[in-house]
């Protein structure tokens, strides 16, 4: 889906853990992403620790709001419902390297997989799960939710069909 590059990179700065460096970007993300400022603005008046302390209690004391997109694969049974093997070959298929500590099926990663590369076909393979986590955010009452709202808007409502079987009946 050409065009939504930036906001994919936005919406990954968006999810990962607000230390300094993304108190500095925030004016350039609330430029460039319109489409998250109920969350940019948001950051922009929470004071930084404030800020830094409600990431923490919604995305790592919640299991329920993991940014592993590899948890909720398969309805998210089990600590791994998909393969984070998966992802890290999407990334080599790229020429691209994962670089910190996060998963390769950690959402960020993967929002910034898509915003360099083009490709939505990851988020469009996880929509179900980028829904129900949405869902959850919405639900809690962080304003996170809104970058959920921004991303899945830019996704078809289903992934598409693969083509028939050629040869088959007519």
Known sequence: MPGFEVLYQAAALCLTYPDDDFRVRLPLLREAAPQLRGFTDHAAVTPQ????????????????????L??????????????????RE?????GLRLTGEEP???????????????????????????????ARLRDFGTPYACVLDAVCAT???????PPAPAGGPD
């Open 49 to 68: 620790r404030e800020l830094q302390a409600h990431y923490v209690e919604v995305f790592d004391r919640q299991e329920r709001h993991s940014l592993r």
């Open 70 to 87: 590899g948890r909720w694969a398969h309805g998210g049974t089990g600590p791994d419902g998909g393969s984070p093997e998966r992802f």
């Open 90 to 94: 999407l990334y080599d298929a790229h």
């Open 104 to 134: 390769p099926d950690f959402l960020p990663a993967v929002l910034e997989l898509t915003s360099r590369t083009g490709d939505t076909g990851p988020l469009t393979e996880h929509r179900a799960a980028l829904e129900g986590l949405r």
């Open 155 to 161: 996704l078809p409502d289903r992934p598409p069909r």
